[in-house]
T-cell receptor, first 114, second 111 residues
Framework: NAGVTQTPKFQVLKTGQSMTLQCAQD?????MYWYRQDPGMGLRLIYY???????DKGEVPNGYNVSRLNKREFSLRLESAAPSQTSVYFC?????????????FGEGSRLTVL | QKEVEQNSGPLSVPEGAIASLNCTYS??????FFWYRQYSGKSPELIMS????GDKEDGRFTAQLNKASQYVSLLIRDSQPSDSATYLC???????????FGKGTLLTVNP
């Protein structure tokens, strides 16, 4: 049982380049999340998706876009990467019920923007 | 805007002692409360969840919730070096269901 799978695990970009972080879960969860984690800042929510076909902004959405392709997959796109987006990105899915369930995290994607 | 505050730490305790981690939250309507443990370079993992006032015990871990004071804590009894990690408090419910995380408290258990 893979749980939540993120790719890639590591990526180095130059300023202005674009990339997409992929996330897939095999637990049949409705809700999925993208967080970023920076030293001393904890986990900050970028975007979330309560169900297939819906997405909503979190605390720090600027510079990012998301796609909930289907129930399993939730991708995060950086259209024009900036050094401020250097971070560790975590995808998570949420067990039921939606407002009380545990978050299951992927292993994280370490992104460096030069 | 829901806010979750944790004692900033770092917290250092000797092996075998009780470690106490604290968290306060701003949204009085919050309904679900979680403690996650995160080892360096790893993803967070859930160790405790609590939904009603009082204490909840699971092995060496006890979560305490006081909704009137908007306070949740985690006690780790008989602390072990393997408990050394960052502990994240998370809250959901109330104005929205999204989990909001505190910034975490780094715990070091010294042998």
């Amino acid at each position: 049982n893979a749980g939540v799978t993120q790719t890639p695990k590591f990526q180095v970009l130059k300023t202005g380049q674009s990339m997409t972080l992929q996330c897939a879960q095999d637990m049949n969860h409705n809700s999925m999340y993208w967080y970023r984690q920076d030293p001393g800042m904890g986990l900050r929510l970028i975007y979330y998706s309560a169900s297939e076909g819906t997405t909503d902004k979190g605390e720090v959405p600027n510079g990012y876009n998301v796609s909930r392709l289907n129930k399993r997959e939730f991708s995060l796109r950086l259209e024009s990467a900036a050094p401020s987006q250097t971070s560790v990105y975590f995808c998570a899915s949420q067990g039921s019920p939606a407002n009380t369930g545990e978050l299951f995290f992927g292993e994280g994607s370490r992104l460096t923007v030069l | 805007q829901k806010e979750v505050e944790q004692n900033s730490g770092p917290l250092s305790v000797p092996e075998g002692a009780i470690a106490s981690l604290n968290c306060t939250y701003s949204d009085r309507g919050s309904q679900s409360f979680f403690w996650y443990r995160q080892y360096s370079g790893k993803s967070p993992e859930l160790i405790m969840s609590i939904y009603s006032n009082g204490d909840k015990e699971d092995g060496r871990f006890t979560a305490q919730l006081n909704k009137a004071s908007q306070y949740v804590s985690l006690l780790i009894r008989d602390s072990q070096p393997s408990d050394s990690a960052t502990y994240l408090c998370a809250v959901s419910g109330g104005s929205n269901y999204k989990l909001t995380f505190g910034k975490g408290t780094l715990l070091t258990v010294n042998p």
